[in-house]
């Protein structure tokens, strides 16, 4: 089965994208500026990162205790994917957005392994104390968790600038103009009379 080529957009829903990808550039830098504040995502983010312990216990203790942080970048990641892959790359800009939140996330409960303070769900374990500690890092939790910190911002830049580009770009969007034909059209032939 042939792949269709994405639909036109509407001007309705270009400007609909400007303004999300715009929501979505001010709550990111809200999320940078802060990341350890609890917003509305991160109650999503959380069930995720819960669900991924249950689904990572199949290989230890050790990918049990990852699998919580792995399970919530796989999440958005998947989301990308599969929206490139619609060839909507602009959609694909939202969840790698998401991607780069969710590092922020990450880094706060990285940097937080010695220190411990943060509250656990249900008073259990620490994550990331267990696999740093494992792994002989539990001293560099903060080199690391700024690492993370980094990698979220360079998401969160490429995202923003990649869904600008996106809505710049009337042939990355499937934009046809009133005259042409999309790819693979046929023009019915005009009878002479």
């Given at each position: 089965?042939?792949?269709?080529?994405?639909?036109?957009?509407?001007?309705?829903?270009?400007?609909?994208?400007?303004?999300?990808?715009?929501?979505?550039?001010?709550?990111?830098?809200?999320?940078?500026?802060?990341?350890?504040?609890?917003?509305?995502?991160?109650?999503?983010?959380?069930?995720?990162?819960?669900?991924?312990?249950?689904?990572?216990?199949?290989?230890?203790?050790?990918?049990?205790?990852?699998?919580g942080?792995?399970?919530?970048?796989?999440?958005?990641?998947?989301?990308?994917?599969?929206?490139?892959?619609?060839?909507?790359?602009?959609?694909?800009?939202?969840?790698?957005?998401?991607?780069?939140?969710?590092?922020?996330?990450?880094?706060?409960?990285?940097?937080?392994?010695?220190?411990?303070?943060?509250?656990?769900?249900?008073?259990?374990?620490?994550?990331?104390?267990?696999?740093?500690?494992?792994?002989?890092?539990?001293?560099?939790?903060?080199?690391?968790?700024?690492?993370?910190?980094?990698?979220?911002?360079?998401?969160?830049?490429?995202?923003?600038?990649?869904?600008?580009?996106f809505?710049?770009?009337?042939k990355?969007?499937?934009?046809?103009?009133?005259?042409?034909?999309?790819?693979?059209?046929?023009?019915?032939?005009?009878?002479?009379?």
């Amino acid at each position: 089965m042939m792949e269709e080529s994405p639909a036109a957009l509407s001007f309705g829903e270009r400007r609909w994208r400007l303004v999300l990808t715009l929501a979505l550039a001010v709550y990111g830098w809200r999320c940078l500026q802060t990341p350890g504040s609890y917003r509305w995502l991160d109650s999503l983010d959380l069930a995720i990162h819960e669900t991924g312990h249950l689904v990572f216990v199949f290989g230890g203790e050790f990918l049990t205790l990852l699998g919580g942080t792995l399970f919530q970048l796989i999440v958005p990641i998947a989301f990308v994917v599969a929206l490139w892959r619609r060839r909507d790359h602009h959609g694909a800009t939202v969840p790698l957005l998401w991607v780069g939140q969710n590092c922020w996330n990450i880094s706060v409960y990285v940097q937080d392994a010695r220190a411990q303070e943060l509250p656990l769900v249900g008073g259990g374990e620490h994550d990331w104390a267990n696999i740093l500690g494992q792994l002989g890092w539990l001293e560099h939790d903060q080199s690391l968790g700024r690492a993370v910190w980094l990698v979220g911002v360079v998401l969160y830049v490429v995202s923003i600038f990649l869904a600008w580009r996106f809505l710049s770009s009337d042939k990355a969007l499937g934009f046809v103009s009133a005259t042409s034909d999309p790819p693979g059209a046929r023009r019915p032939l005009r009878s002479v009379e």
